[in-house]
């Protein structure tokens, strides 16, 4: 059952990237896709002191969950499959700074943003996790990340999923993004 959802889904990525406009990172190996917004959150201050706004520019990174799922598949072990997510981030991050860096708009792009429930590891990347504050939010995307939970976390209930792994947003300064991952 899991393979002919994975087969599903590999068809209708292509469209959902279309939708969403996001492009791929060029280097090898790469697990994100990225997109160009406008933040429409609430103010946070990260540890930087950068400061992100309502309507500042941000780079959205989308983890490439087709992609992932296909290569963890035979992956039993959750400490393995968390390592080469982990493995993944840290190769795509030196891509997404050179990305900014050569993007027409880089002096008004204040960061990057993303939603997961993988943030236990995501500080030692540079990230600052920060809980989703408007519950109905946080409820549309615990329940968005579902399937990709359900397909990922082998004998999983949904009930310890839900419970489990909540989403968080992730942010990422352009200055401390440089200041780690510039090659």
């Known amino acids: 059952m899991r393979s002919y959802v994975l087969t599903v889904w590999n068809f209708l990525d292509p ?7 996001l492009q791929c990172l060029p280097c090898k190996g790469n697990i994100l896709r990225v997109r ?7 103010e946070i201050m990260l540890s ?13 990174i989308h983890l490439h969950n087709a992609k992932l799922l296909y290569e963890l ?22 891509e997404l700074e050179k990305f900014i860096r050569g993007h027409p708009r880089r002096e008004e792009i204040k960061g990057i943003i993303g939603i997961t429930t993988l943030n236990k590891a995501s500080t030692r990347l540079g990230f600052e996790v ?10 549309f995307k615990t329940f968005a990340f579902l399937p990709i939970e359900l397909l990922s976390n082998h004998n999983t209930s949904i009930k310890e999923i839900v419970k489990n792994h909540k989403p968080s947003y992730l942010f990422m300064s352009t200055n401390m993004l440089t200041e780690r991952y510039r090659k």
């Open 15 to 21: 469209i959902y990237y279309f939708f969403n406009r």
């Open 36 to 42: 160009l917004t406008k933040y429409k959150g609430r």
């Open 48 to 60: 930087d002191g950068t400061k992100i706004n309502h309507n500042d520019f941000l780079v959205k």
């Open 73 to 94: 598949k035979e992956i039993k072990s959750e400490l393995r499959r968390a390592k080469m997510i982990y493995r993944g981030m840290q190769n795509s991050l030196p």
């Open 130 to 139: 920060f809980d989703i504050s408007h519950p109905l939010y946080r409820l």
